[in-house]
């Protein structure tokens, strides 16, 4: 996807599929950065040692956002943010709940809204997720939230994938929700090219 979305923006992008030990991969990631042609690196997730990679990446290079120093916002991150503020009506006196508040989305979106978050663990007895206008699920759990677990009307907002971490009978209660695939996915690819734009 992000792939094709580089040849229709006109952005040269190149894939490096390495099977190379950890210090070749450190070795091409100096290089990368040290490259005044190359405008940003991306790990794609899940990849082995990915955050010991991702530290090795230039702040100014991060275009995903994955560094804590990183001066782009997380292209996931942006996404949600995105969805939410451009659907008429959800932000309207909101309450809002991530559910996956251990992670690192989680975590940045919970700092980013001024939320509530809980963690999977914590949600089969929590009343939070009942009383929530809007539910961001960024667990990797799939068919983790049913329909005895929310409100009618609520949001559902679905950062799963490959697979939909709300169940077919928590969205049909849904005013609205970000499919998987094709919901939070392509927009955080969409996110992910503003931030190289506005890096340049």
């Given at each position: 996807?992000?792939?094709?979305?580089?040849?229709?923006?006109?952005?040269?992008?190149?894939?490096?599929?390495?099977?190379?030990?950890?210090?070749?991969?450190?070795?091409?990631?100096?290089?990368?950065?040290?490259?005044?042609?190359?405008?940003?690196?991306?790990?794609?997730?899940?990849?082995?040692?990915?955050?010991?990679?991702?530290?090795?990446?230039?702040?100014?290079?991060?275009?995903?956002?994955?560094?804590?120093?990183?001066?782009?916002?997380?292209?996931?991150?942006?996404?949600?943010?995105?969805?939410?503020?451009?659907?008429?009506?959800?932000?309207?006196?909101?309450?809002?709940?991530?559910?996956?508040?251990?992670?690192?989305?989680?975590?940045?979106?919970?700092?980013?809204?001024?939320?509530?978050?809980?963690?999977?663990?914590?949600?089969?007895?929590?009343?939070?997720?009942?009383?929530?206008?809007?539910?961001?699920?960024?667990?990797?759990?799939?068919?983790?939230?049913?329909?005895?677990?929310?409100?009618?009307?609520?949001?559902?907002?679905?950062?799963?994938?490959?697979?939909?971490?709300?169940?077919?009978?928590?969205?049909?209660?849904?005013?609205?929700?970000?499919?998987?695939?094709?919901?939070?996915?392509?927009?955080?690819?969409?996110?992910?090219?503003?931030?190289l734009a506005e890096g340049v």
């Open positions: 996807m992000k792939k094709r979305m580089a040849q229709r923006i006109g952005v040269e992008f190149e894939i490096l599929n390495f099977k190379f030990e950890i210090n070749e991969l450190k070795s091409k990631i100096q290089s990368l950065n040290d490259d005044p042609r190359v405008g940003g690196i991306v790990i794609q997730l899940s990849f082995p040692n990915s955050d010991e990679l991702i530290k090795l990446i230039d702040p100014k290079k991060d275009v995903d956002g994955l560094r804590e120093d990183s001066p782009f916002k997380p292209a996931v991150v942006r996404a949600v943010l995105e969805i939410l503020n451009n659907e008429s009506g959800i932000m309207n006196n909101a309450r809002i709940l991530v559910v996956g508040s251990k992670g690192f989305v989680g975590r940045r979106l919970i700092k980013e809204l001024g939320c509530e978050g809980i963690d999977k663990e914590d949600f089969p007895s929590s009343l939070k997720l009942r009383r929530a206008s809007v539910i961001i699920s960024c667990t990797g759990q799939a068919n983790l939230i049913d329909g005895s677990m929310v409100k009618n009307g609520f949001t559902a907002i679905d950062v799963g994938y490959p697979k939909p971490e709300f169940t077919p009978d928590a969205l049909a209660k849904a005013g609205f929700y970000t499919p998987v695939p094709g919901g939070v996915g392509p927009v955080t690819v969409a996110c992910l090219f503003a931030n």
